[in-house]
């Protein structure tokens, strides 16, 4: 009796020491994104990024991308973007899908809302941007669960780049989203309208 109830401490030590070890990975991995973020985020910004004032407009995005334990490969992101001095904000909805079997594709499917801060570097013909920020993020198609919608918050991190005329610009977007239920991401290109002195 004595054995056995050893034996499931030392199982249950064995479990805990694992667990623990995924957490600890887990917790460096978003570590050092947030460091990475933080260096280009508060590296040198240029004067000019200053000078050349507020810029607004609006992105549709359509790339590819992955998340995992989904079957999703085509997105379809819509932006509104800010920009002033050194400051890049977007709000954002995006959505993943099945598109490479399509019409018989599954149903699953990555949406999300989110809410981004970060940095930017800005010349008269374009800008390179780093942000980070705040999402809701909704999951379908997880496997073992009949089609439920599962939702969480997430951690949507992008770094984007565009070639602007005063009106019309086209961009490039990297996005990552680290979150509970599926974490993504892709690539997006960016056709871009709006006020872009």
């Keep these: 009796m004595r054995r056995r109830?050893?034996?499931?401490?030392a199982g249950l030590e064995r479990v805990t020491a694992m667990t623990w070890m995924v957490e600890r990975r887990e917790v460096r991995r978003v570590t050092l994104l947030v460091l990475v973020w933080t260096v280009v985020a508060a590296g040198?910004?240029?004067?000019?990024?200053?000078?050349?004032?507020?810029?607004?407009?609006l992105s549709l995005g359509l790339g590819g991308g992955a998340a995992q334990e989904l079957n999703v490969d085509g997105t379809l992101a819509f932006q509104a973007n800010a920009q002033?001095?050194?400051?890049?904000?977007a709000l954002r909805a995006l959505g993943m899908g099945d598109v490479g079997s399509f019409p018989d594709g599954s149903d699953d499917s990555v949406t999300e809302v989110s809410l981004l801060y970060g940095r930017r570097r800005a010349w008269s013909f374009g800008y390179v941007a780093a942000a980070a920020g705040l999402a809701n993020v909704s999951a379908k198609g997880?496997?073992?669960?009949?089609?439920e919608v599962?939702?969480?918050?997430?951690?949507?991190?992008?770094?984007?780049?565009?070639?602007?005329?005063?009106?019309?610009?086209?961009g490039i977007q990297g996005f990552g989203n680290l979150n509970s239920v599926a974490t993504y991401g892709g690539v997006l290109i960016l056709l871009q309208l709006g006020w872009m002195p």
Aim: proline letters at 8%.
């Design 150 to 170: 599962h939702r969480t918050v997430g951690l949507p991190v992008v770094l984007e780049a565009g070639l602007q005329s005063p009106v019309l610009g086209l």
């Design 5 to 9: 109830r050893d034996r499931r401490v």
């Design 142 to 147: 997880l496997p073992g669960t009949s089609n």
């Design 44 to 57: 040198p910004i240029h004067a000019q990024s200053e000078e050349l004032g507020t810029r607004v407009w």
């Design 84 to 89: 002033w001095g050194r400051h890049h904000v």
